[in-house]
């Protein structure tokens, strides 16, 4: 295993440490792009070079990332589909149990961040039924693997990759047994590096925003990233909606970010089920229940949600089970 950069006679301890995996036939001792990567460690962040390179002996490739990442439930299923792994009794009964467990944290969470309780505890409840379902993979494969095998999204993973020894190096971690989810995120509420530095914080005081495996501090991060991403305190996070028979069937499912007004939609035939103010930033959604389709239209806040996870179905899952969470 190894932890922060490694100097002096440390060096050969962490190469031997490695050698175990050096033998492998799927770690990326070798590739081309690991290489280069070790080079941009070396020159742009002073890390050592035996350090990283018994690192990429270490990361091994795995097929099943591969797989996972190339079929995401938001981009295969229906919001009929995603809805009943998300949105269900049990999972709700787990959240109202995690909210009064941690029932002190969360509203001190609200009043210094404006992010209302049930918002957090559905959002650590979508990522990880509340701490349950952490991720199994090592996140040196996990980003490993999709930086180096991943054409498609291969500057983004690379990018996280830096950031996550960054991150080993500021937090002292142990980089080797890190575990989460296939797509490198950590801890409770499932941040990727890059957010983990930037948005992760210390809520209970001990000197260390540890989100792994200290709820307070993911409570807290949770909070922090909605309101660093523009959070409205008691801001409505979005409405069903009735259309018209010559609404325009084009305006629903665009860009996830609001480009027009509610009342622009009103005019294109999209007709907001309560009272909301007509000047809002909005987006017209069209979604496939188990009853047929839906029209909704997401506000500010449902916005902000998606840049936790870019899709609707994810936004409107963290939206229902917050609803669900509320009603206890």
Known sequence: MFRKIAVGAKVLLVAVCFGQYAI????????????????????????????????MASATRKQSILDAIARPAEKTKTWGQYRKIFVTEKRTKLGREFMKTYADTLARAEREFGVPTEIIAAIIGVETRYGRQKGNYRVLDALATLSFDYPRRSKFFSGQLEEYFLLVQEQNFDAETVKGSYAGAMGYGQFIPSSYRHYAIDFDGDGVADIVNNPVDAIGSVANYFKSHGWVPDGTVTVTATVTADHKVDMANQKLRPKLTVAELNDHGFIPSSKIANDQPATAMRLVGDSGEEYWIGLHNFYVITRYNHSKLYAMAVYQLSNELRAQ
């Not at 770690?27 to 990567?37: K, V």
């Not at 070079?49 to 690192?55: D, L, N, V």
């Open 24 to 55: 492998a036939d799927d770690n990326y001792a070798e590739h081309p792009m690991a290489l280069a990567f070790v080079e941009k460690m070396v020159s742009t962040h002073n890390f050592d070079r035996s350090y990283m390179e018994a690192a």
